[in-house]
């Protein structure tokens, strides 16, 4: 079974070193201690090792079955999820007065990546409930949160999304699904949403389904779609359970991967639903779960390949097989461990600094939208806003390939069932797609974020890296990465000119280097907290940390990136400035 | 269910417009008229669409299954592998003497993509035994191939490789089967194989097993080795079937996919075994099944695009989703095919022009071992060994890739097994696995065949190059093709600079760019093949083509893999040109 053991030491060092929240000025950072984050963190640990990890594989092969309209989940699923129940994880950064812990979003992140990694399937139920109040909190009435808010931070109940129908994934204007007003005020709900995730199971004693629909007259299009809830079992005023709702699950999908979670076909048929949020607004009210859905997407990406390559590094330095070219490393043995071999090597060290930097991107991240919700730090929502394309489709994109290449380190025995890593794939190839497949995200960061606010956003990006790069000058230690970084940078503004030279009377001049233009961005992210993450690494080894292996490690790994993934910008700008001639000659017929 | 249609036009169009056969000098090509091959890709096509494709979804749904030591293969493949046989299909290439056609092996390759892209897992049954059968014919002795061969060509027995054992995969020296002379000259055969791909089945009177194992006195590592013919049932004087042999079924593995071949254990019980070629030269008849099947293999990964690229350019054809961002393209339906946004074309584009230059080179490689067999040409026979590699490695990795973004153009589809899109990816993933992973294919390029002859070959290639951009510089329609070629020829002809002044005193130096060595060549073989297929297509426009379509899409997709493709040896280079430093940095227990 594959190995799974919490990254404590590294989340620790992106939160203090990296990021030293405990001194920051966001309201809540400064209880976040060092011994008190370790404290989270070390339970976080235990609960996704002991329970959660344990899990993964059978719960893969077992998958979810439906029988007589009921969806049981793999054994042992419901006993894992009343401990994180108990545990309250699904509050840590939940508000107090809804039974919440009230912590920083970055903390909630830190610990969402020990137990995507541990079992991402499993951890979906509770990222979905936490996205589903996340939109309850910002736009239901204070009833609505009275009734639903405890009971979903408790995870009595759970949460589901409700966008795709099978004619209309993207294009959500094109919906069926109707919602008719009734004399209470109350909705009659009707039509099909497939690929729900979580969209029924044992776990929990009600399921709280966030549907869009389209009321009479809002036009057509994404103008008339209104955000409605719509309970499994109905709610009473005193808030116990009433009768079934008239919604069902139609089947469960048989998928590539994430088996242990029940995607379902959902069928409404005149279930009682109830208006969140203003009559036709529906849609701005799904892009408030949208936006923390995609961060924690970008997260699941990344935390597949966290857990990828512990199992790649520990294959490589038990399996022995061959010597070393420049010498024996295990001569009394019958061959070296695999890890002596340079194109080894090479694998691991992209997936090394790949996760590492990752982490990094995505805590800081994190760390902006607590500057955005705590601080109503506009420029922090500008720059989160910018940056949430980059964190879903660069680290998901990047997170499955690294599985891959996890995969490939065990030879045959990586596409043995077996072994667990086929699964980390197949788990991680859902990431690309959901939440807005990584095309869509890279037409959102063209075509919207880049212009959003005159650009305003963007190019206090490149200011920061600007400004990163001069004040670090003088360090001859950190020229290794400034001067890539710097290259980098120039990479993205060139490709972002070329953008506005072209977007204008072209668009598709602009739209045919999207995806290029969100790999050179989430590069430049990457090279730019790598930085960042050398200069603490060399202030903890100047200021006597005692263990320097970690830190020198640190620092080599960086190295690497900048050396040998960071160069890739200028092969994304390549490509980006030759336009739409080549990728649009073709007729449509002459495919 | 997946579409599945033949590309025998472009197929057609590789064989006479790029490779010219009928006209070639190689013995046995002036009757493959195009009259003639069209025929059999016809026959071949047919065999494909309307037999094999249809079970390869169900195949993989089904799988094989073990049952009292019989291995069972899906419902429908026993009378589609009885259809592959009637028509003699595994014979195509294969010596009449023996009940074969003769036919050149270029046009088994060009019916073996056919094969391979219906159905790979059945496939493969047909394709091991054809490896198996060249062993046969290279070091069989006469009265084995007189035993053996007949049987196998017709497809009544078919042949297995079995190398690797738990605990030796890439690093054969460590082998522990052991092979114990006999008095009657024969042996007995006493260890356990696995990932026996096609180990067992119900398809066939009797499977022919070589075998690797260590007979006595041949001294340590592979220098022990020798090579076995271990039947499943005894033969007799008279070609009868005996005795059960001493060989079972431990298990079939649970794999990502090629669910529908039997991977097995096999355990060898003191199994009567017969010596093929000479003892402890085993190796060596091993790697003439071996430099076959890598190609095979590198066929494979291709082959699975081809098929998922069809996929996804019929879905984004059909799929209606948004509008056309310059204008609706579709203004009378409720949106746009998913084919008018340039992100779709992007990934449809990288399909299209890796799936036909990869079919134009691996077809060139084919008739290069035409060359080298039938002529006896040396060059040829050099040429090849050295992109033998390349083949196998860059395009297993390229074709994978695609099918993961032809799984991609689908959504949320994409990951329903039910689409289909999820096995091409799937069953695409062994293929950069097994026959030598891909990082033993790049080792093996750079390690062996760089220098092999002096370097003769290498430098071969790189004339060659330069030759075909001299002799049509003046072209200037072939420019967009031509200033590319050069540009990523000179970074291949700089990395194999980097090797020569590096590699001697610190072979980690070339070893650790050797994966980025083998994509740098990939993408040179493919710039120069698109850059032929463009000079063929302009001399077919010049000559009054009728489809004059055809061929300008083909020069249109040229452009489109020069221009956003080929760039990529710029990175390749840069990564290569760091050296070992970085990949090398952190001690074994660092990571």
């Known amino acids: 079974m594959p190995s799974y053991t919490a990254p404590t030491k590294d989340l620790q060092f992106v939160l203090h070193d990296l990021l030293q929240i405990s001194t920051s000025d966001v309201p809540g950072y400064s209880d976040l201690e060092s011994d008190f984050t370790t404290a989270i963190l070390d339970e976080a640990a235990k609960l996704g090792q002991d ?59 830190a610990v969402g990546e020990i137990f995507v990694s541990a079992n991402m399937a499993l951890n979906m139920y509770q990222g979905l409930t936490h996205g589903a109040i996340s939109a309850i909190l910002a736009h239901g009435s204070e009833a609505q949160k009275a009734t639903y808010l405890p009971k979903m931070v408790a995870m009595d109940w759970t949460g589901t999304m409700n966008l795709t129908e099978p004619h209309c994934g993207t294009d959500l204007g094109l919906m069926r699904t109707k919602a008719e007003p009734q004399a209470d005020g109350s909705y009659k709900v009707t039509g099909q949403k497939i690929f729900i995730s979580a969209g029924d199971h044992d776990m929990a004693e009600n399921v709280i389904h966030l549907v869009l629909a389209k009321a009479p007259g809002g036009g057509e299009g994404t103008k008339g779609i209104s955000l409605f809830i719509v309970p499994k079992f109905m709610v009473s005023e005193d808030g116990s359970l009433g009768a079934r709702n ?35 607004k529906g849609m701005r009210a799904m892009f408030t779960m949208m936006n923390e859905a995609r961060i924690g997407v970008g997260l699941q990406g990344y935390a597949q390949a966290v857990v990828a390559y512990e199992n790649a590094r520990i294959y490589a330095q038990d399996r022995l097989q061959g010597r070393d070219v420049t010498g024996a490393k295990n001569p009394d043995g019958p061959a070296d461990p695999l890890i002596v071999h340079p194109d080894i090597r090479r694998m691991l060290m992209d997936q090394k600094s790949f996760v590492e930097g990752a982490r990094a991107f995505t805590l800081w991240g994190a760390s902006l939208i607590d500057r955005a919700h705590r601080m109503q730090d506009k420029d922090a929502d500008g720059l989160i806003s910018l940056l949430t394309p980059v964190i879903k489709g660069f680290l998901t994109d990047k997170g499955f390939d690294m599985c891959v290449q996890a995969q490939q380190v065990y030879g045959g025995h990586g596409y043995i069932e077996e072994w667990g890593m086929s699964q980390f794939a197949r788990d991680a190839r859902i990431a690309m797609i959901y939440e807005g497949a990584n095309g869509i995200q890279a037409l959102d960061l063209v075509g919207r974020k880049l ?8 190019m206090a990006f490149f200011e920061m890296v600007k400004t990163f790069i001069k004040e670090n000058e003088g360090d001859a230690r950190l020229e290794g990465f400034l001067v890539p970084l710097k290259s980098a940078s120039k990479d993205l503004q060139a490709a972002g000119m070329y953008f506005m030279q072209h977007g204008m009377k072209s668009p598709n001049d602009a739209l045919s280097g999207s995806s290029d233009f969100m790999h050179l961005f989430g590069h430049v992210c990457l090279g730019l907290v790598w930085a960042r993450m050398a200069k603490a690494a060399y202030a903890a080894l100047d200021g006597g940390a005692s263990d320097r292996d970690f830190y020198e490690a640190k620092i080599a790994t960086g190295r690497y990136y900048m050396a040998r993934q960071l160069p890739a910008t200028a092969l994304h700008l390549a490509r980006i400035q030759t336009g739409a001639e080549t990728v649009m000659a073709l007729d449509a017929a002459q495919f």
Chains 1, 2 share one sequence.
């Open 451 to 458: 212009a959003q606010d005159g650009g305003k956003h963007v």
């Open 246 to 280: 008239g919604v069902s699950v139609g089947s469960i999908e048989e998928k590539m991967g994430i088996h242990a979670n029940a995607t379902c076909v959902m069928n409404y048929d005149g279930a009682t639903g109830y208006l969140i949020g203003d009559l036709h």
């Open 51 to 109: 329970v959660m990890a344990p899990l993964n594989a059978s719960g893969d092969v077992e998958g979810c079955r439906l029988e007589n309209g009921v969806v049981y989940t793999p054994k042992g699923f419901k006993q894992a999820f009343d401990q994180i129940r108990e545990g309250g994880w699904n509050g840590l950064d939940l508000p107090e007065e809804f039974g919440g812990q009230n912590l920083p979003y970055v903390m909630g992140s």
